[in-house]
């Protein structure tokens, strides 16, 4: 890890307790951490940085548990299990936080360009690709007008709907690295639609992660289309 990696790391870790701070008392954060209350005063104030083990501790294991929990109370189902994540999607801060975490747990390959669906899955994109300082790229159900090469990829839904995806051409290079992202993942339709996206660009899968998962159905098929990781800040029962 060189100097400037070092330091991002330690920020982060930063922006994470300042975050737990919120609604904790030192002490608190202190028996969630395990780190004595006079550091993290320290940390949060802007005093000293934790050092870089202390920092992947905050930020791998902490903050994944910290930020799921966070992400869980953001997150409202309705009672015909409709999710309601708008607390989440809206918030860039937040999710800026997301963004490293994810990366730490899921161990992604480094990408080149990360892979969502129009629209509430581009926040999120945003995130990913400002934390990686690679391109953001985002699939739409219709075709942009002064376009003329588009990737398309359609399947027909259990419902009996079709439902087709377009990126523009020029958005993903042959052999580039996709990391595929989206806010929810309930029944794997959109994942695979997305998948098939960088299969039919010549690319390869550097993961795929999403903010909710609800139940395992879409987990299991977006993990039969590819080998790279799949992962979830929050898994949810679609009970």
């Known amino acids: 890890m060189n100097r400037a990696e070092k330091a991002a ?12 701070k919120e609604t904790r008392t030192y002490d608190e954060l202190a028996e969630l951490t395990g780190l004595p209350a006079g550091d993290l005063n320290r940390y949060v104030n802007g005093h000293v940085l934790p050092s870089d083990e202390r920092a992947r501790e905050v930020v791998s294991g902490v903050g994944r548990e910290a930020l799921a929990g966070e992400l869980e109370r953001r997150v409202t189902t309705d ?24 990366a730490e747990a899921f161990e992604f390959d480094r990408p080149d360009v990360v892979l969502t669906a129009a629209t509430d899955g581009i926040t999120l994109a945003a995130a990913m690709a400002s934390y990686y300082g690679v391109r953001c790229a985002y699939a739409k159900q219709s075709k942009e007008t002064a376009v003329e090469e588009f990737i398309e990829s359609r399947q027909r839904l259990q419902s009996g709907i079709e439902l087709t995806y377009y990126l523009p051409a020029s958005s993903i290079d042959p052999g580039e690295t996709v990391l595929v992202v989206d806010d929810l993942i309930r029944s794997g339709e959109t994942q695979e639609l997305l998948l098939d996206i960088a299969e039919r660009a010549d690319a390869s899968v550097g993961g ?31 009970a």
């Open 9 to 20: 790391l330690q920020l982060r870790a930063v922006s994470v307790l300042r975050m737990l």
């Open 79 to 102: 009672e015909e299990g409709y999710v309601d994540n708008s607390g989440a999607v809206f918030d860039q801060a937040f999710l800026d936080l997301v963004a490293p975490i994810a």
């Open 208 to 238: 795929v992660f999403t903010l909710i998962a609800v139940g395992r159905d879409g987990v299991e098929r977006a993990e039969e289309r590819t080998d790279a990781p799949v992962g979830a800040l929050l898994e949810r029962s679609d």
